[in-house]
């Protein structure tokens, strides 16, 4: 029996909006953390302006390691400028053939505004991984996909500012709401 069309999963279903990103003068070893606190495939290197340059993946911190003479190195020295990318709107399967055929264990959903070009939302191996668990019951995939709860725009900002106003005060100053 054919698969009913509107009962497909496609890509917007399961990738993760939000990115992990870095700047291209990352130490490596701060880029490492990144990759171990996170758990994550890779990540993007945005300039000041939040252009995406490229992406640094585990396999280009593998190489790095094969080499050896990696002390010093930072995220630029390591990017790949080519950002393997999907369509949100295009059926899982494919978008995983796609991700074998090229040999890649992560893709982006890219944004563009204002002449920039940033991503905004990532698919990776272990997305794909949780879909069959929780296909199973083992997992819940409720913080994936566009139609996951996210916090607010405006409450984001309000929580990075007066996260950002507290170190600025010091420990010993309180400031008055």
């Known amino acids: 029996m054919e698969e ?28 490492v953390g990144v990759f171990l606190e996170g758990d994550v495939e890779a990540v993007a290197v945005l300039n000041t302006d939040r252009h995406c340059l490229g992406i640094v993946t585990q396999d280009d911190l593998l190489e790095a390691y094969i080499a050896g003479d990696y002390a010093g190195l930072q995220a630029g020295d ?15 399967e ?25 991503p905004a939302a990532v698919l990776t191996y272990r997305h794909f991984l949780r879909h069959m668990a929780a296909q199973s019951g083992l997992d819940d995939l409720s913080d994936l996909g566009l139609q996951a709860k996210r ?27």
């Not at 990115?19 to 990352?26: K, M, Q, S």
């Not at 607010?152 to 007066?162: E, G, K, M, N, V």
């Open 4 to 31: 009913n069309r509107t009962d497909r999963k496609l890509v917007r279903d399961l990738m993760k909006v939000g990115v992990v990103t870095c700047l291209p003068d990352t130490p490596l070893a701060d880029l």
């Open 151 to 177: 916090e607010l725009p405006l409450d984001s900002f309000i929580r990075r500012r007066d996260t950002a106003r507290r170190k600025a005060s010091g420990p010993d100053k309180m400031e008055d709401g």
């Open 78 to 92: 390591l990017l790949r400028e080519e950002i393997p990318r999907v369509p949100p709107d295009i059926p899982l």
């Open 94 to 118: 494919a978008a995983a053939q796609i991700m074998r055929d090229r040999h890649v264990r992560v893709v982006y959903q890219m944004h563009h505004a204002g002449g920039w070009e940033y």
